[in-house]
């Protein structure tokens, strides 16, 4: 059963901070992995997919990698702002089945 | 573009009540679609999934069921609302076909709290 770790669970940081939140898979059979954001109360928005085959990928101030063979993945944010605050999950899709499965995710907040 | 949308926002229901929570997804055919619940504290749980009409699959034993209508229209039901379904609901839809190794996009969500 593959389990997705997220770590650290909440991270409080002041603004314009470099950041990494990790997150660690137990079953290196996977198609890709994704990360979101959450924001209170409010569904979820797509920032990074890699697939199995790539090891990183990047958008804007966000930059994602992942090692597949290690089972693990890191979400790096370069100078971090105050609307960067909210849930960041990560996901990876299983080779079988068409499944997204979860890990609990980390709450950032961002001081101005 | 592609839209989704989910309704209601916000529901609160008895114990015993039935549920119908409903999503439809606008701008692109043949979509794949999920049904997830986020409890408090918690990662999102797969309950349902579909890839196509009347094609449901399901990811938990549960007192829930969906069902897909028509192509873009999914459908989250319970006959019986118990204590333990209090959540935040969410939809969601992936390209389909091949498209499952696409982003999945989501809603607003439901939360629903059962009294």
């Known amino acids: 059963k593959q389990e997705v770790t997220q770590i650290p669970a909440a991270l409080s940081v002041p603004e314009g901070e470099n950041l990494v939140l990790n997150c660690s898979f137990t079953?290196?059979?996977?198609?890709?992995l994704q990360w979101f954001r959450q924001d209170p109360g409010k569904g979820l928005t797509s920032l990074l997919l890699?697939?199995?085959?790539?090891r990183e990928q990047t958008s804007g101030r966000l930059n994602a990698s992942l090692d597949k063979s290690s089972g693990r993945s890191t979400l790096y944010i370069a100078a971090s702002q105050p609307g960067d605050s909210a849930t960041y999950l990560c996901?990876?899709?299983?080779?079988?089945?068409?499944?997204?499965?979860f890990g609990a995710g980390t709450i950032l907040r961002v001081k101005s | 573009s592609q839209t989704i949308h989910q309704w209601p926002a916000t529901l609160v229901q008895p114990v015993g009540s039935p549920l119908s929570l409903e999503c439809t997804v606008e701008?692109?055919?043949?979509?794949?679609l999920y049904w997830y619940r986020q409890a408090a504290g918690r990662g999102l749980q797969l309950l349902f999934y579909?890839?196509?009409?009347?094609?449901i699959s399901s990811e938990v034993p549960q007192n829930l069921s969906a069902s897909r209508p028509q192509d873009r229209q999914f459908i989250l039901s319970s006959k019986k609302l118990l204590l333990s379904d209090s959540g935040f609901y969410l939809c969601?839809?992936?390209?389909?076909?091949?498209?499952?190794?696409?982003?999945?996009?989501f809603g607003d969500g439901t939360r629903l709290s059962i009294l």
């Open positions: 996901a990876v899709l299983m080779e079988y089945g068409n499944k997204l499965v």
């Open positions: 579909s890839v196509g009409i009347g094609q």
């Open positions: 701008g692109t055919s043949n979509p794949n």
């Open positions: 079953d290196s059979a996977i198609y890709n």
């Open positions: 890699i697939q199995s085959s790539q």
């Open positions: 969601a839809w992936s390209p389909g076909g091949d498209g499952y190794n696409q982003p999945q996009h």
